[in-house]
């Protein structure tokens, strides 16, 4: 910690937020630095060249990167027909509070593609043929052209409702970001409201987290809950849930543009 | 209460949902009945001529009103700049959870005219000129005008941003809405959230209620609030409160849109 | 409905709280009613005589029961070594917010015995032989002497720790209510708050239920959840879930004893 | 920032947690490290003497202080009538949850003299003559009188009730933590769950503040909120309200005894 924050304060970083945290589980370290761009002496680049001595001489295990906000991230979003999370999205872009670029919606369903044009970003349409494998490694394949050409640093599943083949899990990992629309480990898979309303739970959830080759099981960014009681139908679950779905996905996608997540294991550290 | 369930009964009504409460303070008792329209043999004005006979003979003080859900109900929105309110419920409705009709949305600047239109409602700008009484009142008397050619069941200010004279506020009783950005009563007024943080809160809140001549003291009728700390700087509580902003607003419509919501005194009861 | 409403309000009885529910998947309908002792004519025997005509008259299959708040309810609390949840109800016993007759608290240690008796109240060692059937078979069979003798309307594990046999389950069946230290029903079984760390959940919690044979299984009466994050040890999530095992456990009891948990299937309404 | 970590590494001081915070408005920068003692070669006295010397070279202005967690931190708790705070804390150092040493808990009633002997600690009963102010001076000089012979680290007022006069809110200044039992700033003064009754909030709340000489308005530590609706009485609210005032104030306190909270002019970093 103290040569990290030597090497910035000797170069003249102004760190505006720094965190730390040490797992005495594994003995890993882990800290997240914001340093202002305009107080180091030299450009992003020098930083990276610097900052990978600094990082040798601490560990050979050393894992790290350093994000220049003054670029902007750029995102994918995929969804289905259920539009409140990209609504959500757009509305944050549209006020300025999540200032990415949105290079692309993609959709296996053409429910949204009105509302993302007007929003001057293109829409993809690549349908899932129900029942048809080879129809939908097509269709897997479409998109992940799609998505890879768009270089994203974030590919967003809002409500995407399909299930990404271990190949794209593999190639996407740390980078694709899942809403569950449960309180994980709750009601993994299909229909979690339908299962929550069978269970008589009080309370349901939602979870955004990394998306890995296990279904519904990857690092857990960020959940939440929301309660309900004997009188709610499974309808009514779903349209509770939808409020915390979004801010729940918002959250999670705002902490992985900003760094703010360190993936360790099934874990995450988010700073 | 056994006088309304037997008229219901007696009439072979279906009763879906039914709440009560008696005021200890006041002794008044209220009740709200959702009864399916197609399980009584008569329409709905028939059904209100049949119940102003049941309520006169509980008292001459009863105060009641029946909602026909068949019918959309009419909605008019008020904004300024800031559009998270405004997207959030546009996106509602596109999404059919809120099933209304929004009749126009009026905004004394032109930044929401795209997103408005963009859904195929009308949008009508109407400028208030700053520190000018006379073109204030012009604007108001503009605005009015608009509004009530809408006839609308519900006015939401969302995010307004203007003081409603005394006049409207009388017109539009129990009508119109207003979401404050603070947990009321702390922080009333002007720039809450500079108000909170000076303060050093733990907690920012919204507030849903309905709109009185006297600024931020009408009947509340609903409130959230989520956790801040030292290290929110004003923009970031900003940010932080918009999120409950716009599900308190959502809910409070939601709730006075289904006549769930029955105003006594300056307080609410909410079914 | 109306039915129970004519009848009571016939009787002259002054209606304090009424809930209503209907279950549309069973058709099944719900309801309890909250009546002035002393507006009523007659007595609970009389009452109960009375009633039990209204409620063959309304199905062959319904069930009810009447309680008399006159009457202090009886309660049995069995404790291991962990004292937050017998320190909570003690206190609100103390302070006359849960007016029960405590009958006795049961321990597998004695840890707790000085507390309970501060209070007044006979605290009785069992202890459960660990790996020995037969040491714990007996111990049960004391338990449950005890238990019995004392007609208890709930008895409450507080933290006990021991499985009930599947014959306990049975017979203390709707009495019988465990706190369960996860939001269930993730985190089944032992040691929940480690498989609450492993998974690298963002919420702990936990669960009021109904002792029932399958473990963790039973009806859902209350939850609640914290917020934890990664700097959390196990340590610190056993500390802050009692925090919530607390209040779910005294909110749980506290309807329970009022008669406000009506049980259906594996499901709970909660008036 | 480096100045400190490199100090202490260079000590050889094993980082346990360590926290940071500059306040753009201010200039000011907060921070606490906690170190393993027996990762440093000397002990606590030594390490004050040398780390005021690192303190001294980087500001004139530099306010620190250095706890040892191996001596047992001293506290007194303030009560009245109302036994629930009490009971919560007590249950949390029978626990080992509150590792502290409750040097006398002082009650202006004698209410919870019995439950405070139960747990081996001396109760002293100082009475407050109702509408006697010099009866009311000598009870507070009685008062101080105890709690400076006990040498506290905190002073707790548990539900005390008593306004405390200017001069012990300045010699008691950091020391004193007050529960106050509404969502502060709303609410300051008597009677606050009344208020909130009257005003037909949505949420109640408490907060745990520092006490100083006006009233309820001292740097917030710490507050929460609960639900209430229409159907809640102030009774219920005052019911409800003790969960989160127990909890508030017990997370408070914590916080308190470990150094995590720094106060600068009204306001709290609580790390």
């Not at 992003?44 to 990978?52: H, M, P, Q, S, Y």
Request: proline share 4%; charged share 25%.
């Amino acid at each position: 910690m103290a040569r990290i924050a030597s090497f910035l304060t000797e170069a003249g970083g102004w760190i505006v937020e720094a965190d730390y945290h040490s797992d005495p589980d594994t003995n890993w370290f882990f800290t997240r630095q914001e340093v202002r761009a305009d107080s180091l002496p030299f450009g992003v680049e020098e930083l990276r060249t610097r900052f990978a001595e600094v990082a040798r001489q601490l560990s050979a295990l050393s894992d790290w990167s350093i994000i220049d906000t003054g670029v902007k991230r750029r995102v994918v979003i995929l969804v289905s027909k259920e539009g409140h999370c990209l609504y959500d999205l757009l509305g944050r872009v549209h006020g300025g509070e999540l200032d990415v670029d949105v290079r692309a919606v993609i959709g296996n369903h053409t429910d949204l593609a009105d509302i993302t044009r007007a929003h001057g970003i293109p829409f993809h349409h690549v349908p899932f043929p129900p029942g048809d494998p080879e129809g939908k490694a097509a269709a897997f394949a479409q998109l992940s052209q799609l998505v890879d050409a768009a270089k994203p640093d974030a590919i967003v599943l809002a409500r995407f409702m399909q299930v990404l083949p271990a190949g794209l899990c593999a190639r996407w990992a740390g980078r694709a970001l899942n809403i569950h629309h449960s309180f994980l480990p709750s009601f993994v898979g299909a229909r979690p409201y339908h299962q929550a309303h069978k269970r008589g739970v009080k309370l349901i959830g939602a979870t955004c987290h990394y998306v890995t080759a296990e279904l519904d099981a990857g690092p857990i960014i960020e959940q939440n809950v929301i309660r309900v009681d004997h009188g709610d139908s499974v309808a009514d679950m779903v349209r509770k849930g939808r409020d915390i779905e979004k801010v729940v996905l918002a959250g999670g996608l705002r902490a992985h543009l900003q760094g703010r997540i360190l993936v360790h294991g099934n874990k995450t550290v988010v700073f």
